[in-house]
């Protein structure tokens, strides 16, 4: 937790403030908040700050520089009894833990899914191969039915064949 006044300068910090930042809440003090951060983050903590300060109430995602820890900042202005705004009252929760697991996450979501699209397109090619097995098994299932087909009325022919012919040769012997 933390209070700035209008000009920026830290009028309080709790004892997280050590852990997060890197730094003793008296060296800060009376400060500027500005050499907490990078270049980068201190952009967005200004953007916080001064968007807070013209009544905002926002969350903004800012890293610390010396410990390289990444908050959620949400900040609401703080009113006197006037309802003029005084300063800035805002909170930081380390979230470098919850976004290292969630980038994991994702690499393992990504993972799976070419994972997937690899193992449809191997189930794809195997379907493929079935579907043509299929249809040569269809076209020799198709031939054997024909020849068994040919071979009956073959034998059928023979054994007329034959009868017609032991009959009309029995006189001959």
Do not use: W
Request: aromatic letters at 8%; hydrophobic letters at 30%.
């Amino acid at each position: 937790a933390y209070i700035c006044d209008t000009e920026g300068k830290v009028v309080f910090v709790n004892s997280a403030f050590e852990k997060l930042s890197g730094h003793r809440p008296e060296e800060f003090i009376g400060k500027s908040f500005a050499p907490l951060f990078d270049e980068e983050n201190l952009k967005k903590a200004m953007d916080l700050y001064t968007r807070t300060l013209k009544g905002e109430s926002l969350k903004r995602e800012v890293c610390f520089k010396d410990t390289s820890i990444l908050c959620e900042y949400k900040n609401i202005p703080l009113r006197n009894r006037n309802g003029e705004i005084v300063g800035v009252l805002g909170s930081a929760r380390d979230i470098t833990d919850r976004r290292h697991l969630e980038s994991e996450l994702q690499n393992i979501n990504k993972s799976l899914e070419q994972r997937v699209v690899s193992r449809t397109e191997e189930l794809t090619k195997a379907n493929e191969k079935l579907q043509i097995k299929i249809v040569q098994q269809k076209r020799a299932e198709e031939i054997l039915r024909k020849s068994e087909a040919k071979h009956s009325r073959l034998i059928e022919n023979l054994k007329e064949n034959y009868f017609l012919y032991s009959h009309n040769t029995e006189g001959i012997f």
